[in-house]
């Protein structure tokens, strides 16, 4: 009979490791054959039980002068990987120490600290300690220390077996080997909400170990806002905490057993991280509603942190011990990426509910913890650190619009419409898309078009159109009135006139030849007034100030001047 009674917290959905990468576009990736997921062996159950309160007679005093106000008594119980501990919000928990007595092996170790996890509430639920991943324990001793003297109402202590992930049609690989022997990637196809992140954006999307293959508990949906509209503005790096000796195999059990703790103890609406890196590089999406989204999740406390920045969770303890390398590159790489969708760069700072923050920061810099601990904290901003990193492998990969977006800045361009993709129209070359300005980079360079520019552009097709692609930035021009943008076959003219809105007109081929023989806008016909169009007869005609061009059917150009 179990120690604890038990909750069923969801059947694993699939437990070989499912990647997107982006090495494919979401329209062009493949379903995994039929027997390529492996059937759940176990769910994942949560077992609970009350931490009593120590009577006022038999309250000790500590060293530190706190009281013993709660202590659960060593006992066995069945096996157990994660263990926390939570209690009713609205204690005041500062000082409060919580810590457990773990039996593996057969042996009892040494009580260890359950770091108070602090937040503002926003997600609700229970108040709580940070999980602790112990791997594998079948015993459990709990004492709770108070320097008031008070206990917080509610106490109790979680047990959590997560169940096991075997690899489909092989045994687990042993801990030192690569991820990429412990499950073959297979894609998600589009049909099943398929992740809409085009290849080619400033930094290539990293493989990520999606929901569905980790087996993450189905109907998680947290109220709203679960997006924000306006993009993350930053990172927070966190801990999950717990011993650091696991298999590869092992870490999607730790991610269950992190999501059924938060789901299940601190009854949040889903896992608190957006994504989760493992010791071997592995990424894990977190948080439901989307990989490339500005999902809430509950990982700073404090609601307008998590609203507006990915919470990144290593996997393991880092108080002396340093991330390995294969964490550091992932998280690199997941941190440039997310970034890069949105124009961030790695260093600077921002504001954001009541704090002034490094736009990659510690969880510790948001509230007081030790999150995520002093030797991955110390890494965040040391010398080839995570920011220099991140920065230099920016760079590195960076394509020519990369780069024009990195000098405008995300002031110029606004947020990513459409990340940077292909188009084969001679010459050829890419395009991105921006909420302010649009970017196409081909053999004849890499320039932007905004405003009214922009808007005219792509009215006649853009660089499938009349006017071919861009080979100049706009400039000025003998006239104060008139600004204009050079292309392949064409140019626009950006024309201010007294008492009217700023508009841009299109002139291209012959038309547009013979209005630059003319000297432009500072020739006899004037500013163009309306852009080149169609009339009867198979002709062409473009308006100006003082008079008009017309392309005849027999390809000869005519001029007529008021």
Not at 71 to 98: I, M, N, Q, S
Not at 119 to 126: F, L, N, P
Not at 203 to 232: F, Q
Request: aromatic residues 6%.
């Amino acid at each position: 009979m179990r120690f604890i009674s038990g909750a069923i917290v969801g059947a694993v959905l699939a437990t070989s490791m499912t990647f997107v990468s982006s090495s494919a576009h979401a329209d062009d990736v493949v379903a995994p054959p039929a027997d390529a997921v492996a059937a759940p062996t176990d769910p994942v159950d949560v077992s609970t039980t009350t931490v009593p309160a120590v009577s006022q007679g038999l309250s000790a005093a500590t060293a530190d002068g706190g009281d013993l106000v709660a202590e659960l008594p060593a006992r066995k119980t069945d096996d157990f990987g994660l263990v926390g501990v939570t209690w009713d919000r609205g204690f005041d928990a500062t000082g409060l120490l919580v810590e457990v007595r773990l039996r593996t092996a057969g042996a009892w170790g040494e009580w260890q600290e359950l770091h108070v996890e602090g937040d503002d509430g926003s997600e609700g639920g229970q108040d709580g300690t940070e999980p602790l991943w112990v791997g594998s324990a079948d015993g459990i001793s709990v004492r709770v220390t108070s320097p008031t003297g008070q206990r917080p109402a509610g106490l109790k202590v979680a047990t959590i077996d997560p169940g096991t992930t075997p690899a489909a049609g092989q045994a687990s690989a042993p801990a030192a080997a690569p991820a990429s022997s412990v499950s073959p990637a297979v894609y998600r196809t589009s049909s099943a909400s398929a992740v809409t992140v085009a290849s080619g954006a400033t930094a290539p999307m990293p493989p990520i170990i999606l929901r569905s293959a980790w087996g993450a508990a189905p109907n998680t949906s947290c109220s709203s806002p679960n997006v924000s509209p306006g993009g993350i503005k930053g990172a927070v790096i966190h801990h999950t905490a717990g011993t650091n000796t696991y298999t590869a195999a092992q870490s999607a059990q730790i991610v269950r057993a992190t999501q059924a703790y938060h789901m299940k103890s601190r009854k949040w609406c889903d896992i608190g991280y957006n994504f989760l890196v493992d010791k071997y590089g592995q990424i894990f999406e977190g948080r439901n509603g989307g990989i490339d989204r500005a999902v809430r999740a509950a990982h700073s406390g404090n609601a307008a942190v998590n609203e507006n920045t990915m919470g990144v969770s290593m996997m393991g303890t880092f108080s002396t011990m340093a991330p390995t390398q294969a964490t550091k590159d992932a998280v690199t790489k997941l941190v440039a990426w997310r970034f890069s969708l949105v124009g961030l760069p790695a260093s600077g700072t921002y504001s954001l509910g009541g704090k002034t923050l490094n736009r990659i920061a510690g969880h510790r810099d948001v509230v007081g913890t030790e999150c995520p601990g002093a030797a991955a904290y110390a890494w965040l901003s040391a010398p080839g650190g995570l920011r220099d990193s991140v920065a230099g492998y920016t760079a590195s990969v960076a394509t020519p619009i990369a780069q024009r977006v990195a000098k405008l800045g995300a002031g110029a361009t606004g947020a990513l419409v459409q990340a940077e993709y292909p188009f084969y129209t001679a010459p050829g070359g890419t395009k991105a898309r921006y909420k302010k300005i649009d970017i196409i980079s081909s053999p004849l360079g890499t320039f932007s078009l905004g405003d009214v520019v922009r808007s005219r552009y792509n009215s006649l097709k853009g660089q499938s159109g009349a006017l071919g692609v861009p080979t100049g930035i706009i400039v000025t021009t003998a006239r104060s009135q008139v600004r204009m943008q050079r292309f392949h076959h064409g140019t626009i003219y950006r024309v201010k006139r007294k008492n009217k809105k700023v508009a841009a007109y299109a002139l291209y081929g012959k038309v547009e030849n013979k209005y630059r023989s003319l000297r432009e806008a500072s020739g006899k016909l004037g500013v163009p007034t309306k852009t080149q169009t169609k009339i009867s007869g198979g002709r062409e005609r473009a308006y100006f100030s003082k008079g008009t061009l017309t392309l005849q059917s027999n390809g000869r150009v005519t001029v007529s001047v008021k």
